[in-house]
């Protein structure tokens, strides 16, 4: 039951995803799939939509010449306000301090290279 969800979540987290629809995937009732989802997965569905969301938000952010609202867009906010207050509240930093921060930031190679210098 869960797992057809979690498919459906990772392959469109952009959909307009509801408790409702999600249920309706797994073809229970929203109680039943919200109770069940929970003991399984170890956090509610929405909860645990945003987070998935968040975690591409993050990727996408990273890449050079995303935007806000691009990115806000493809995980499934209609507007930049409120996927950027969502932004802030999972990962602490706005999406565009994050971006400044990962653009700037060492690559793996770079890391590696410079723990190994003498």
């Known amino acids: ?9 990772h392959e469109t987290p952009g959909a307009p995803w509801t408790l409702t ?3 309706a995937v797994a073809g229970v009732s929203r109680t039943t799939f919200a109770k069940r989802f929970a003991e399984l997965v ?18 996408l952010l990273a890449e050079p ?7 806000a867009r493809r995980v499934g906010y209609a507007d930049a306000f409120g996927f ?3 932004f802030k509240r999972v990962r602490g930093v706005s999406p565009s301090e994050y971006a ?8 793996p190679a ?9």
């Open 1 to 9: 039951m869960v797992g057809p969800v979690l498919r459906v979540m």
């Open 21 to 23: 629809t999600l249920a």
């Open 42 to 59: 170890g956090e509610p569905p929405l909860a645990y939509l945003t987070d998935w969301r968040m975690t591409i938000a993050a990727d």
């Open 65 to 71: 010449g995303a935007t806000v609202s691009a990115v």
């Open 84 to 86: 950027s207050t969502a």
């Open 100 to 107: 400044r921060s990962a653009y700037f930031a060492p690559t």
């Open 110 to 118: 770079e890391r590696i290279a410079s723990s190994t210098s003498p």
